[in-house]
T-cell receptor, first 115, second 115 residues
C-alpha cells in the first residue's frame, strides 16, 4: 500500500503476556518512529530508527519494551510481561531520509488493551 | 527541555464560523513547529509547519497558523469551518538544530463543528 501499515489494529492481552506490534513504513522511507498515545493524551516518543540503526530509544518506558528493524524496513515493537499501564495506542510513523522538516507519515495505530 | 501547551481541550463551533486553536510552547533554543490533525479512525496527518521565514504559514484544508516568537505561540486558524473539520488537532515542536528528530506534542484540542 501507499501508506504506513500497522498490525494488529486491536490487541487485547492478559497482564503478563508478551505482545508484538508490527509496522510497515512507506517504501523508501529511511526513518521510522514509534510513539505511545494514552487515552486523552498526545503522543509520547518511544524510539527512532534510521535504516536498521536504532538511534534513539530514550522514550522506552522500561526494559520490557524492545523495538527492532533488522533489515531497515519493517519494524516490530515488543512488549514483554504486559502491565495495565501499557494500555495505549501505539503509533508508527516514517519519514524520508534526511527529512529535517519533521513531516511524519503515520499509520492508524495499534490499540493495546491489557486486562 | 521543550514543552507544548494546548490551551483548549475542546472547542465547539458552528459551521461556517471562524475558529482559533491555541498553542504555546516553551523552549530555550530554536524549534520547528507543527500542527497535525487526526480524523476519527484515521492516522495523524500534517496540516502545516513552521521552519523559518514568513511567520504566517498556510496549510491544507484552508488552515493557517502564525508563529509569534515573543509570545511563544503558534495558533491555528480557519476563517470558516466545515462539518468535515471535526477532528482532534495536535500541536508539536522539535529542535531546529542537531540530530534529535523526536516531536514533543501537546495534549490535543478536540474541534467539534456543529450544523
Amino acid at each position: 500500500g501507499a501508506g504506513v501499515s500497522q498490525s494488529p489494529r486491536y490487541k487485547v492481552a492478559k497482564r503478563g503476556q508478551d505482545v508484538a506490534l508490527r509496522c510497515d513504513p512507506i517504501s523508501g522511507h529511511v526513518s521510522l518512529f514509534w510513539y505511545q498515545q494514552a487515552l486523552g493524551q498526545g503522543p509520547e516518543f518511544l524510539t527512532y530508527f534510521q535504516n536498521e540503526a536504532q538511534l534513539d530509544k530514550s522514550g522506552l518506558p522500561s526494559d520490557r519494551f524492545f523495538a527492532e528493524r533488522p533489515e531497515g524496513s519493517v519494524s516490530t515493537l515488543k512488549i514483554q510481561r504486559t502491565q495495565q499501564e501499557d494500555s495505549a495506542v501505539y503509533l508508527c510513523a516514517s519519514s524520508l531520509a534526511g527529512a529535517t522538516t519533521g513531516e511524519l507519515f503515520f499509520g492508524e495505530g495499534s490499540r493495546l488493551t491489557v486486562l | 527541555a521543550q514543552s507544548v501547551t494546548q490551551l483548549d481541550s475542546q472547542v465547539p463551533v458552528f459551521e461556517e464560523a471562524p475558529v482559533e486553536l491555541r498553542c504555546n510552547y516553551s523552549s530555550s533554543v530554536s524549534v520547528y513547529l507543527f500542527w497535525y490533525v487526526q480524523y476519527p479512525n484515521q492516522g495523524l496527518q500534517l496540516l502545516l509547519k513552521y521552519l523559518s521565514g514568513s511567520t504566517l504559514v498556510k496549510g491544507i484544508n484552508g488552515f493557517e497558523a502564525e508563529f509569534n516568537k515573543s509570545q511563544t505561540s503558534f495558533h491555528l486558524r480557519k476563517p470558516s469551518v466545515h462539518i468535515s473539520d471535526t477532528a482532534e488537532y495536535f500541536c508539536a515542536v522539535r529542535l531546529a538544530a542537531g540530530n534529535n528528530r523526536k516531536l514533543i506534542w501537546g495534549l490535543g484540542t478536540s474541534l467539534a463543528v456543529n450544523p
